[in-house]
């Protein structure tokens, strides 16, 4: 075996080397240390952001096929009603000419056993009116009779069949899927920390029971695209859907002043006049009450970050649990806001 050196211009000792080494270099990179560890957590707390984003994008995008795939039952329940109708349609009217070919035969059958009896009491001996009037009305039912019986013969089968749409199973086998799934950019934009610029679109949610101008005062986004958000002046919670449309609403007990996400599907509302917290949650586009937390103090802004929730009484923040324990007072004076533009939101 053969093994291979570079052969050493200088040999210098460890220690030797060791006295080289400026103090101010050390601590440069003891500093440098510090920057790339928070530059890393920086990146981890980004990537997390981002797991979290896909998972709601993921629910958005699987809420989208179902509502997709509803959309073709329906379309499909409407075909096959209409063609159920013609069904019934078209059986209705071939029951019905059947019945009127019975009617008709009936009729014969009684008008034919009518004259049979009127024959047996004609004297056939000698010519005479009944005899004639006898004869003409049997050739005349006589004759009937052959007409219906022959038109009888050629409308006696009667079949239903059903023949499918030609275009529709080459058209759906052809398929391989309901639509395409993709990755858009918009996603690494949001998970890059990036500002996205967004058009500007403006929306009515005024409802028709509102008798104020709304005034909205917290928007919360669900993992669906629906839009969750509060109106302060007419004390209600609203529900939006994807096209910005109230689909559900609910009036809360105060007025609310600031409000917050706690998990996918629940909010938090802060109550300035009634020091509460509300919790509400969605279902099913249906908007649900659930607890409320009392508070000593009044509730304007309010934020969740890892399971505490952060409240503003105007002048001071709380840290408080999710079962509404004070942990501490964090900031006991928020700066005097002399033009009352935040008025106690997260601020200080």
């Not at 008008?111 to 006898?134: E, L, M, W, Y």
Request: net charge positive; proline share 2%.
């Amino acid at each position: 075996m053969y093994l291979l050196f570079r052969r050493c211009n200088k040999i210098v000792q460890t220690t030797e080397k060791a006295r080289t080494i400026n103090p101010s270099d050390f601590q440069q990179l003891a500093e440098t240390i510090v920057v790339e560890q928070q530059k890393l957590e920086k990146e981890i707390e980004m990537a997390n952001e981002c797991l979290q984003k896909l998972q709601e994008a993921y629910d958005r995008a699987r809420t989208e096929i179902q509502r997709f795939r509803k959309k073709i039952n329906d379309l499909l329940d409407t075909l096959e009603r209409n063609t159920l109708q013609s069904l019934d349609t078209l059986l209705y009217t071939l029951r019905e000419a059947i019945k009127t070919d019975i009617e008709n035969c009936s009729k014969l059958k009684k008008d034919f056993t009518s004259i049979q009896k009127a024959i047996k009491h004609v004297d056939c001996g000698r010519p005479n009116v009944q005899i004639f009037i006898a004869h003409s009305k049997s050739t005349e039912i006589d004759s009937n009779s052959h007409t219906l019986l022959s038109k009888l013969s050629a409308n006696r089968t009667v079949d239903i069949t059903f023949q499918g749409n030609p275009d529709m199973e080459p058209f759906l086998s052809g398929l391989s899927d309901l639509g395409n799934v993709e990755c858009s950019n918009r996603g690494s934009d949001l998970c890059s920390g990036e500002i996205v610029k967004c058009k500007k679109m403006l929306y009515s949610v005024k409802l028709a029971n509102d008798n104020k101008t709304c005034r909205i005062k917290g928007i919360c986004e669900l993992p669906n695209g629906e839009l969750l958000l509060v109106d302060s002046v007419n004390e209600t919670v609203k529900l939006l859907d994807m096209q910005f449309n109230v689909v559900a609403h609910t009036v809360l007990e105060h007025k609310p002043s600031d409000m917050c996400s706690i998990s996918p599907n629940q909010v938090a509302i802060a109550s300035f006049s009634g020091y509460t917290i509300q919790f509400l949650t969605v279902n099913n586009s249906q908007i649900v009450v659930g607890r409320t937390l009392q508070f000593p103090h009044k509730c304007h802004g309010i934020a969740h970050y890892k399971g505490s929730l952060y409240v503003t009484s105007r002048y001071a923040v709380y840290q408080y649990t999710l079962d509404g324990q004070l942990v501490k007072k964090l900031v006991k004076k928020i700066y005097a806001d002399t033009k009352k533009t935040h008025k106690g939101k997260l601020w200080y």
